[in-house]
């Protein structure tokens, strides 16, 4: 199954603004939008936002999403060193009826 | 407080059996759809199989359709993965994630390693 497309890796300094991609097409994000999850070494991932804007309760607002077409986005201001993780955005794809992934950013905070 | 708890992992050779469960705690679990999630050593999340809250539908990754099975029983609150024809690229943490528009909760995951 083809999965969301993600860049591999960003990098930014302490205190900047990151934002990191996720595209798709009509079946997935264009469609039913995309969550993003936050993977941190040796640990489960952690919802962070759904539905493209959605928070979870104790989800800091320094995280946000949006979506424009089939591509969402998650920006992160104010980078802090425990932001260093991993980032996955996922989305159900209804021609496939399955859940796809992109394959993950690595964000290291500089 | 919401918990998933993975067992049932271990080390088996290619093409033998394995059973996982997750048990569930804290959320009326027939009201969730479940799904399985895996992750290879140092790759990326690759979804496997998903449930309805009541058993009726489920959906699997291409990956795994026609050796793997997912079920629930809600009397339980617990979901398995049976997984039949194991191969060495089945060989991942598997979580369980328990869907709410999204993967809202995971488990810690349980390792499976398939090898000779």
């Known amino acids: 199954q083809a999965g969301l497309t993600q860049p591999p890796s960003v990098s930014k300094g302490l205190r900047q603004t990151a934002t990191l991609t996720c595209t798709g097409n009509?079946?997935?994000?264009?469609?039913?939008?995309a969550a993003w999850l936050q993977q941190h070494q040796g640990h489960p991932p952690k919802l962070l936002s759904y539905?493209?804007?959605k928070r979870p309760s104790g989800i800091a607002e320094r995280f946000s999403a949006s979506r424009s077409g089939n591509t969402a986005s998650l920006t992160i201001t104010g980078l802090q060193p425990e932001d260093e993780a991993d980032y996955y955005c996922s989305a159900w794809d209804s021609s496939l009826s399955a859940w796809v992934f992109g394959g993950g950013t690595k964000l290291t905070v500089v | 407080e919401v918990q998933l708890l993975e067992s049932g992992g271990g080390l088996v050779q290619p093409g033998e059996s394995l059973r996982l469960s997750c048990a569930a705690s804290?959320?009326?679990?027939?009201?969730?759809?479940m799904n399985w999630v895996r992750q290879a050593p140092g790759k990326g999340l690759e979804w496997v199989s998903v449930?309805?809250?009541?058993?009726?539908?489920?959906h699997y990754a291409d990956s795994v359709k026609g050796r793997f099975t997912i079920s629930r029983d809600n009397s339980k609150n617990t979901l398995y993965l049976q997984m039949n024809s194991l191969r060495a690229d089945d060989t991942a943490v598997y979580y369980c994630?328990?869907?709410?528009?999204?993967?809202?909760?995971w488990g810690q995951g349980t390792m499976v390693t398939v090898s000779s």
């Open positions: 009509s079946n997935n994000v264009g469609n039913q939008g």
């Open positions: 449930i309805g809250g009541r058993g009726g539908s489920a």
């Open positions: 804290g959320f009326t679990f027939s009201s969730n759809a």
């Open positions: 539905r493209n804007n």
């Open positions: 994630a328990k869907e709410r528009d999204a993967f809202d909760m």
